[in-house]
Nanobody, 122 residues
């Protein structure tokens, strides 16, 4: 059973920083793209940042220059360093990954974590 588990959310003041982490566990053959999405109350879920297996990254315009995504392929983890946080960054943040489990037939499947709350408020 493959799963993604996030950690690192919480309450932070505007201008502060948080680091989110997501670990993939289970019987994994390989990891593809990994990313972070967020969903604020009353809004649709949106892409925050994504990182491919080779290290290429892509960011939402609203997070460029403030957020940094990274991954550790040896540990099956992805991280999101969030700096200069703003109240509009408040949302539930979800980890997402394309994972090929060690089962037959072997093909990549998309997985979601359970989400972690990030609240930016004074």
């Amino acid at each position: 059973q493959v799963q993604l588990v996030e950690s690192g959310g919480g309450l932070v003041q505007p201008g502060g920083s948080l680091r989110l982490s997501c670990a993939a566990s289970g019987s994994i053959d390989s990891l593809g793209a990994m990313g972070w999405y967020r969903q604020a109350p009353g809004k649709q879920r949106e892409l925050v940042a994504v990182i491919l297996s080779g290290g290429s990254t892509n960011y939402a315009d609203s997070t460029k220059g403030r957020f940094a995504i990274s991954r550790d392929n040896a540990k099956n983890t992805v991280h999101l360093q969030m700096n200069s946080l703003k109240p509009e960054d408040t949302a539930v943040y979800y980890c997402n990954a394309d994972i090929t489990p060690r089962v037959v037939p072997k093909f990549p499947r998309n997985y979601w974590g359970q989400g972690t709350q990030v609240t930016v408020s004074s």
